[in-house]
């Protein structure tokens, strides 16, 4: 009896574990991975504004990239949601909706810009939503020649009201395919009259002479990123000293300097007419 009764036990935890197991599978299928969306307004003046997007997902403790799903974004006023099209992550998980101008969306009461960037959700990720919020700036930059120094002048204004915005910390930079150069101090801070002076050194180079000046307003929680780009020929140009069409020591074979060409040849022609001369003259001898 006793036998019967732990058989029966037995039996009956092994079908409660085999159905645990199961539901827990199928709990763990039905489960969906949240998608967490990181934006950036970015305005460029005098050119496009657009909107970075970054879609990435915490999948097995590990970040990843959310690739190849659809974005929809609007821009919300008044409780209502206009659309202003839909965009699509690539292998990396971002994308960049553009906007031509920032006349495309409307601003509340207040002169504030409210979009919404949207995910539907899949049927590998819940559904998710990031709003972006940021008001119109305008960055004026010029250059301009004092006792014989070059200065950059940069002056941020809210174009709606024309107030000068204080306190303001803007980068001044020198566009590079890497990295930029930053000129300046650490921090160039905006005075009462919205705005910063800096000089521009001497002898920086460039490939023709130009340097592309960035002044950026950068990831303000107010106004985005806003970036003013001014062309000047201040730089010095660089002298091109590359050898790569000439013959030197380090350059592929079929470019090998002349008298390395020449005179080893001259040299192992001499050594075999050497040679020759000796191996004929010893058959002569031996003929004799």
């Known amino acids: 009896m006793k036998k019967h009764l732990k058989f029966r036990f037995i039996f009956l935890a092994l079908i409660y574990a085999v159905t645990f197991s199961t539901s827990f599978q199928l709990k763990a299928q039905d489960e969906k991975n949240t998608v967490r969306l990181k934006t950036q307004y970015v305005k460029i003046m005098g050119g496009e504004s657009y909107i970075d997007i970054k879609a990435s997902s915490r999948i097995n403790k590990q970040n990843t990239d959310v690739s190849n799903i659809d974005l929809h974004i609007y821009n919300e006023l008044n409780g209502e949601q206009i659309k202003l099209g839909k965009a699509t992550t690539n292998m990396h998980g971002k994308t960049r909706f553009s906007l031509k101008s920032i006349h495309e969306i409307a601003a509340d009461s207040s002169n504030t810009y409210n ?65 930029p150069l930053k000129i300046g101090e650490e921090f160039n801070v905006t005075d009462e009259n919205g705005t910063v002076i800096v000089s521009i050194d001497e002898g920086i180079p460039s490939i023709d002479g130009n340097l592309t000046i960035e002044v950026v307003l950068n990831e303000s929680e107010e106004y985005g990123t806003v970036k003013a780009i001014v062309n000047a020929p201040l730089g010095s140009p660089v002298v091109n000293e590359s050898t790569f069409d000439q013959r030197t020591m380090w350059s592929p074979r079929n470019k090998t300097p002349l008298f390395l060409l020449i005179f080893p040849n001259i040299l192992i022609f001499g050594i075999w007419g050497l040679i020759i001369y000796l191996i004929t003259n010893l058959f002569k001898i031996t003929k004799s």
Not at 131 to 158: G, R
Not at 160 to 178: H, N, S, V
């Open 115 to 179: 979009l919404l960037v949207e995910f539907t959700g899949n049927e590998l990720f819940e559904e998710t939503s990031n709003t972006i919020v940021f008001k119109n700036i305008n960055i004026e930059a010029n250059l301009y020649v004092e006792d014989s120094i070059n200065y950059i002048s940069a002056t941020l204004i809210d174009p709606t009201t024309e107030i000068p915005i204080a306190d303001a910390y803007l980068d001044i930079q020198i566009k590079r395919m890497f990295k």
